[in-house]
């Protein structure tokens, strides 16, 4: 027992009343029904989407509202209050604009805040009265709580309840009170959202997606293989950098880098105009939403050459450094003939096209030029200075990691690397042989030191954060190798190849999940994987629900790049206290839709596993958590109350 932690508790609970409150109210608290987790995974910037999905609860909003609504409104009313909840500024003053009289207007206001009010108090209904408080808004929380416990049984308070509607319309407080009910709806519909992984990559706007998962009431985040390399390139990889740039110029992306995160890309942008030229392989993959004129299309593609050149010149050195990587035959720069202009790959010749080599020295092909080295060093230091950028990582790596148990279930961006059999794969690192979830902690104990220490540049640490993005046994990639440099520069697509970890056509088996689930510790009987990162190709039949339930998939295409290939625009996944459902989303077009014709996304939702016994909080993480807070209570007790 440690005394005192209990001294300093006890200046909290300084009576046994006090001590035993909390404990009945604990004890209550893991009888009620888990909350709604939502998981969502593979977002890539596609934040209008991701917005859309997040404030419709993936579809749980508007069956609340059906529960509450149907058969007794039109349902052109059941799809204006949803759309309403989900963006309640921009559907107020659509709203607003249709009425003349304020008479009207003023019927509309009282009638609506009612509604508002019933779905509150339905959403709230397995939650305490503290918790639904914390959700309300702060200034209107007195008001609503008086409307929610509203009785019926007598007249007495009629006219109360009546004046107080009166009042928040003639002070003009009907807005805000509405939109306030509209998002704590939101909170209250879903109790805690997981993303797994991918919240960066080629999409427009993965700023606005930090901010929104920053302000949201409870959320974790297991880290993509995009994920990571952002938080390298802040932790101080070049390498890391110079991806990202790529990344970024490939696909007509450069804005975030330097509108949104504040860093000067001109330093670049001189070196590109000095060496390199327009060169099909490198131009950018323009956006269809965009304009883009040609002769930024033609900045880009230097840009693009140019940063592409020294991320394959930065690579060399790591791969020699780190012997353990076994990545030696990715040294590509040393395997080609540039008097033939050829390389050599497995024994076998092959021809490069659109090549821009005019920075490299054959003799030492891996060697930065000064301005290429001055420019790299530029970037990071503006990177590493960046505020927005290191709000936004710092946050990751908060809330973030490489896996989680929760509820039973492990939720894990990528893959566990395992072989042909099954087994969970060795991967040795300064002599010790690591596998399984051992190997994972690994990699994030090595990726946490690299972020801590930002200065340091090429250390072990910061190379195993490069390693986690193009590494054989890395969870987040999963694959062989990483074939950019054939993708640029080979015709013959049998060198594109990536073959991937024998995981992904493993899954499919029940008894190799059940043995990934042991290994972490996680009931193999009842426990699920959830898993993002490659996309399910719905349109070809694929299923996303694998290994008998045992494994859930769910990256269907959030990104626009993807949905042509599964014919879809993402999986999420909803887990309450009644079992778990898979949610298919259609293209979402546009916020106006929504707004003006009622319009959602949704398909059909399939049952993943049903509970057969409704799940209490005693049965989940937090939980476990409560349950330790009551036992430190009752030592508290003992010590202080009961001698």
């Not at 304009?291 to 010149?313: L, Y």
């Not at 050195?317 to 040393?334: H, Q, S």
């Amino acid at each position: 027992m440690n005394t005192k932690y209990l001294d300093l508790l006890a200046q909290k609970y300084d009576t046994e009343e006090k001590v035993v409150t909390e404990i009945i109210n604990l004890k209550a608290i893991l009888n009620l029904p888990k909350g709604t987790e939502h998981f969502v995974s593979d977002l890539h910037g596609e934040y209008q989407a991701f917005q859309h999905v997040l404030r419709n609860g993936s579809g749980r909003v508007k069956e609340k509202i059906r529960d509450i609504f149907s058969g007794v409104i039109f349902e052109k009313e059941i799809d204006e209050l949803a759309a309403l909840v989900y963006y309640p500024e921009e559907k107020l003053q659509i709203i607003k604009n249709d009425f003349n009289q304020d008479e009207d207007l003023n019927e509309w206001y009282k009638k609506t805040i009612k509604r508002m009010i019933k779905l509150i108090s339905y959403a709230s209904s397995k939650y305490t009265r503290s918790k639904l408080r914390k959700a309300l808004p702060n200034q209107f929380a007195y008001i609503i709580e008086e409307l929610l416990y509203k009785t019926e049984e007598s007249g007495n308070k009629e006219q109360y309840y009546h004046e107080i509607l009166e009042q928040i319309i003639s002070l003009g407080q009907a807005d805000k009170l509405i939109t306030g009910l509209a998002y704590s709806t939101h909170q209250l519909v879903v109790d805690h959202l997981h993303v797994v992984g991918d919240i960066y990559d080629r999409g427009p706007k993965p700023d606005k997606i930090m901010e929104e998962l920053i302000n949201y009431h409870s959320v974790d985040v297991q880290w993509g293989n995009h994920d990571v390399l952002w938080i390298g390139a802040f932790a101080g990889s070049k390498v890391c950098l110079a991806n990202i740039l790529r990344i970024c110029a490939r696909y007509d992306n450069l804005d975030i880098i330097e509108d949104v995160y504040g860093i000067n890309l001109r330093p670049l942008l001189n070196l590109a105009e000095k060496y390199y030229d327009d060169n099909p392989a490198f131009r950018p993959k323009t956006q269809a939403d965009k304009k883009t004129s040609e002769e930024e299309i033609v900045q880009i593609t230097k840009m693009h050459q140019a940063i592409s050149m020294i991320q394959f010149k930065l690579e060399s050195p790591i791969i020699k450094r780190r012997a353990f990587f076994n990545m030696e035959e990715r040294l590509l720069l040393e395997k080609i003939d540039f008097n033939s202009n050829e390389i050599t790959l497995n024994g076998e010749a092959y021809p490069l096209e659109n090549t821009c080599f005019s920075t490299i020295n054959p003799k030492q092909p891996d060697m930065l030029l000064e301005e290429e080295q001055q420019v790299i060093e530029k970037l990071l230091f503006s990177v590493q200075h960046s505020e927005k950028l290191a709000r936004h990582m710092n946050f990751l790596m908060r809330k973030g990691s490489l896996y989680l148990r929760y509820n039973g279930n492990l939720l894990i961006h990528g893959c566990i690397p395992i072989d042909e059999n099954g087994n969970m794969e060795n991967m040795e690192i300064e002599g010790k042989k690591y596998a399984g979830r051992e190997l994972l902690d690994r990699f994030e104990q090595f990726l946490r030191y690299s972020f801590a220490h930002p200065e340091v540049t090429d250390d072990l640490a910061t190379d195993m954060v490069w390693y986690l993005w193009t590494g054989e046994y890395s969870s987040l990639f999963g694959k062989r190798a990483m074939t950019t440099f054939e993708r640029y520069f080979i015709k013959d697509k049998v060198t594109h190849k990536e073959i991937k970890n024998h995981y992904y056509h493993l899954r499919e088996n029940e008894e190799t999940c059940e043995k990934i689930l042991a290994e972490f510790d996680l009931d193999p009987e009842h426990g699920h994987i959830i898993n993002g990162h490659t996309p399910v190709k719905e349109i070809e039949g694929e299923n996303p629900i694998k290994a008998n339930g045992k494994i859930i998939v769910i990256d269907g295409g959030f990104s626009k790049a993807y949905q042509s290939k599964t014919g879809i625009a993402g999986y999420t996944l909803l887990y309450n206290s009644y079992g778990m459902k898979l949610v298919a989303h259609k293209h979402f077009n546009s916020k106006n839709e929504v707004l003006h014709d009622g319009t959602d996304v949704l398909s059909v939702k399939r049952l993943v596993d049903k509970e057969l016994e409704r799940k209490k909080v005693l049965e989940t993480n937090v939980g476990e958590e409560l349950c330790q807070e009551i036992n430190i209570l009752r030592d508290l007790m003992e010590y202080r109350y009961m001698k």
